[in-house]
């Protein structure tokens, strides 16, 4: 069964960091591209971060970049997302993604507050 299980989500103070994990299962992971997306209160998902299958090449949002840092180990089929100087707007449930297959994690919690 295919399957992606995100871990590391938690409650940080503004310019605290966290590091997100998604454990993947089931399928080929080192020939997979993916992602990260975030879905905040009342507003849409919206993708975050994004790695080629070979962690060669990147892509972030806007109000993540010089922030996040999106990474992958292929030999424990884990994808990353480093993220640093939180920011209250950063508040939001982040889910692991692969766009090949429309798989989705099941979410974590990320909530930044003093």
């Known amino acids: 069964q295919e399957r992606l299980v995100e871990s590391g989500g938690g409650f940080v103070q503004p310019g605290g960091s966290l590091r997100l994990s998604c454990a993947a299962s089931?399928?080929?992971?080192?020939?997979?591209?993916m992602a990260w997306y975030r879905q905040a209160p009342g507003k849409e998902r919206e993708l975050v971060a994004a790695?080629?299958?070979?962690?060669?090449?990147?892509d972030y949002a806007d109000g993540v970049k010089g922030r996040f840092t999106i990474s992958r180990d292929n030999a424990r089929n884990t994808v990353y997302l480093q993220m640093s100087s939180l920011k209250p707007e950063d508040t939001a449930v982040y889910y692991c993604?692969?766009?090949?297959?429309?798989?989705w994690g099941q979410g974590t919690q990320v909530t930044v507050s003093s």
């Open positions: 089931g399928f080929a992971f080192r020939l997979n591209r």
């Open positions: 790695i080629s299958y070979g962690g060669s090449t990147t």
């Open positions: 993604y692969r766009p090949s297959r429309d798989l």
